[in-house]
């Protein structure tokens, strides 16, 4: 079992970076697949990132490739989102999420990311 | 990418009532990997099902999941109030991992 704590949302405006971090709290995190799962206010959810237990392989949804980076610390129990040209439509509560596959049984309670002038 | 279409978008029914939700995927779901999730207001979601018709750890048997290939039922078979809510479903068979636009349950 692993208890997901995020951190570093917030306000930034467009063109902006922001780094969300992802604190995972259990022994099985470095056997876990860790991703980021968004949801725009009012709308569903949207797969945005996936990374393997070792770092080894890494997935991205198209439209944040190039512009979004994940990446994890095992020693530290942490998964990281590096978010950088911020825009208006990113706009969103992201959830970190893990599994020991694909699966995402393990949510945290979100981190709200305002992209807005 | 896999597209995930749920149908219908909103469902009024009463409590003691069955739900049927639907999902249906533009391609094969590969192994089944489809799975549902629930969601109430200002809270993460909740797996319930998993490779579509396992239950997830500490569910209750009145969720229920059918289905494979293109086409997924999660149903729900006698509603009660804590089962108003969203309904996800949700592919993890293939990159880009995509979910469905969602079904409310609504209380009529």
């Known amino acids: 079992e692993v208890q997901l704590v995020e951190s570093g949302g917030g306000l930034v405006q467009p063109g902006g970076s922001l780094r969300l971090s992802c604190a995972g709290a259990?022994?099985?995190?470095?056997?876990?697949?860790m991703g980021w799962v968004r949801q725009a206010p009012g709308k569903g959810l949207e797969w945005v990132a996936f990374?393997?237990?070792?770092?080894?392989?890494?997935y991205y949804l198209d439209s944040i490739a190039g512009r979004f980076t994940i990446s994890r610390d095992n020693a530290e129990r942490s998964v990281y989102l590096q978010m950088n040209t911020l825009r208006a439509e990113d706009t969103a509560v992201y959830y970190c999420?893990?599994?020991?596959?694909?699966?995402?049984?393990?949510w945290g309670q979100g981190t709200l990311v305002t992209v807005s002038s | 990418e896999i597209v995930l279409t749920q149908s219908p978008g909103s469902l009024s029914l009463s409590p003691g009532e069955r739900a049927t939700l639907s999902c249906r995927a533009s391609?094969?779901?590969?192994?089944?990997?489809l799975a549902w999730f629930q969601q109430k207001p200002g809270q993460a979601p909740r797996l319930l099902i998993h490779?579509?018709?396992r239950r997830a750890t500490g569910i209750p048997d009145k969720f229920s999941g059918s289905g494979s290939g293109t086409d997924f039922t999660l149903t729900i078979s006698r509603l009660e109030p804590e089962d108003f809510a969203v309904y996800h479903c949700?592919?993890?068979?293939?990159?880009?991992?995509?979910f469905g636009g969602g079904t409310q349950v609504e209380i009529k």
């Open positions: 259990g022994s099985s995190f470095s056997t876990f697949w």
């Open positions: 990374i393997k237990k070792d770092g080894s392989e890494k």
């Open positions: 490779a579509a018709t």
């Open positions: 999420v893990g599994g020991s596959g694909w699966l995402e049984d393990h």
């Open positions: 949700h592919q993890y068979a293939s990159s880009p991992l995509t």
């Open positions: 391609q094969n779901v590969g192994r089944n990997f």
